[in-house]
């Protein structure tokens, strides 16, 4: 049986560095995001604003014309595609070092077409997180994973139930791990102590409270998921950095509130980061 | 005659739970909001507003198509429906816990015709808030309550006057306590000291301030109930609480301001439901 | 000679009053702003943020349909007409306490068109203020002032050039009162030194401060003035104390910025109101 | 060899002075900002609210129409003109003493189109800005820069490669110099330090942080170029002391966050600019 390791506050001193003097934008990284319907917008808003208040360089994301003005508003520092126009996000999901691809996207057809492409171009050196509706078209259409990409799945118990076949009462350490290994991705499977499944490693978070059960607390934890690879080397070490400060941030802030709001866990992430960072 | 209870600051700590350690947001309801005409908008977000900020679990806002982006700028973390599109609401209406209808709604056709939509599908296990124009248009259409779900009525005077038929001057606790029962419903009259009517028990409100009286308090209230009925078990109780915490926070930033806006009592409500939790 | 009496911090004891505890909305007044067009449509929210946050009970803004979002962005509390929809205005502004026209109404034929009507409608009892751009407009078609409505301009130095043909070199305080005294209207020309004209008193502000030179400013103060008098009922001294208070608050911000936004003297309103009430 | 001298604290009270008391918002500068396709309209925002938030008295944004709730959310002060509307935005041009154009502007035909109406009907008096893809478009088809406005460039290295032809190895400070005199303009590299060439004079910024790595910032200080040229007669000093407070704000906030976003340093510079003037 494999040993499941904890994921505790020194991961942060291993993965935030001090940022070098001479360094610029193009050095923390370019992240696209990728979701977004016209019923759920907010997710998308919410997940790029993790990505880019936890500090990667460039972010743009594609999404439903309607949530423009929400995007804008919440973030002028985001660029934005319509969703609908492929040949403009093309190049940029080709040039970028960090796709995320799921909050709020949806499962219409439309939104499958848009993981099929986005699945198709992806290549080596490249990260790709899946999560939320893309996790669950690819488990409903037996859509195999790209094979030259990093890919990441976030899935909650059931979208995991879902991709891997395992039931909710059979995900031991064990039988993920199994999974996890099979697909060649890095799984992050949220839930109250929510664990990352690396290779044959197990981790197992040791934050998180109640007070974040809450609508956009996954789409959250995917931003930034994309916002720590995007900017920080070791990509299995920058998952476990995410997911620690995730639950972190919320647990300072529940010592206050009775229930945590997802943008305010990434409006706190600058001064959590600068906090927690080696020198 | 009956006795009229004082609706006090213990009812907090009755009602407000500490957590517990292994849940989710399902455990802490779903919860949709219907109104928000393109005149009214602002309703339906201050509502919203409301039942996010104190907790519901996932929150799912219909309304009219012009609301979308104002929604998700103060609320990322709801989710929008059209709602001209009412195939595509039913669903989610039906597997909610608490169905909020009213907040801006409007009295034209379309507005009573998703009355009528709405009174027809909810059913046992589902709480229904019935507030604003909702209150107008059943009283002018004489049309009946739903019988399976439970029914929780927010009129302010005049509202309650159109529906109960009782004119202002003569609403009694006693003769609004026998109309209240002949509706099987929960009311909450709304005024300088809110009554609550729930079958035989009269209750009144101790809070309150002259600072609330401005637009878009109301609308509040009704998230608050939507949201404290989605994630308190015992739903009188859970009313009561709703009603004394909007007052209680209003009567703090008083202290302080010559008006409070709906929008502040939302915002405060994670900080003030923490202090008054029960362990 | 008239003597110029100078507007100092004791008129807001004179007019800001604690509110009755048994108040409700209503109590503290409709109030209609009418203006926003395309082009200048953070006039017509700033006017709006200061009559909602200085109290009036109940806040109606009519404005081009391409502000619905940015007014309830800023502003939930307030309800939107769409101002090619006059039939829908018209019952709102005839039951208005008061209403506001001008700010960022612009000077085409459908703001002229918009100004006819309401100048048309307004009856006794009712309080008008005119601002920004429809002064303009009243000024170059020779429109005369409704003669039922209680009427407040409030020109800048170039819009009172035109509307009472002084120049600027010539508005001494004789000249002014004179003009306005025939015109039987309450003027605010605002300048360094803000100088108010009712009947035969002359009236200038202590306060003020280049920090406020920015654009804004007066559609903020336009907005204030509404509030001010929606609540208030002595309306010559609720006109001075929204003057009075539109530059202390300034002076008060800009002992810490070089600019002052005019937004922020509206969020100021609340806390400014409540220390200068009287009991 | 030309010497370097260096951009310090000293600059600011040497810029920013004390408003006189009897000032009024058309000695602060009218400027208007010209950008912000659908795609980049974030980076229009973020240069309008520089603009504002520093002390400019009249600003108009002329954008993509979908831009214009975006603006006037974070922004009401800011006017707005569509910008396929250019009989429009003519005469606000004509008549304004900043022009900024670049940031978010896009490199398609009708930006193409925008810029070299723009280069026509600058003139003598006018300080025109070129920011981000304005000066792409201009070094790719050649066009030459109007004669008669004073020119301020504001490249990132990449940029400045393009229009001067010098590649980043070889962008020493002399052939910098050499290039900048030759175009007759005020030229701002930015990079880790930002450097500023003015006629003979070379200029080196002292401040800057790894923090500011992020989307957004070069339109940030776009705006703020803007924004001090508009009030501050010295332009070349005032281009120094926007450069300066750009970088002075960030380390300030760098303290205590790891990354800086954009829009804080536009709302810290009330304050700053505050602290910094000179009596």
Known sequence: MVKVKKITKSILNEVIRKRPANSFKGTYGKIVLIGGSQNFGGAIVMASLAAVYSGAGLV??????SNQTSLHDWLPEAMFVDWNQFDHAKPIIEAADVIVIGPGLGTDNHAFDLLKAVFQIVKKGQ?????????????SNNLPLPKDSLNILTPHQMEWQRVSGIKIADQTPDANQKAAEQLHAIVVVKSHRTQVYEGTDIFENTGGTPAQATGGMGDTLAGMVGGFTAQF????K???AAVYSHSAIADKLAEKQYVVLPHQISESLPKFMHKNQAE
Chains 1, 2, 3, 4 share one sequence.
Do not use: Q
């Open 233 to 236: 080397k070791d990509t299995p």
């Open 60 to 65: 743009t994301t594609v999404t439903d014309p």
């Open 238 to 240: 920058a998952v476990l």
């Open 127 to 139: 990260k790709l997180i899946i999560d939320g509706s893309a996790l669950t078209l690819l488990a």
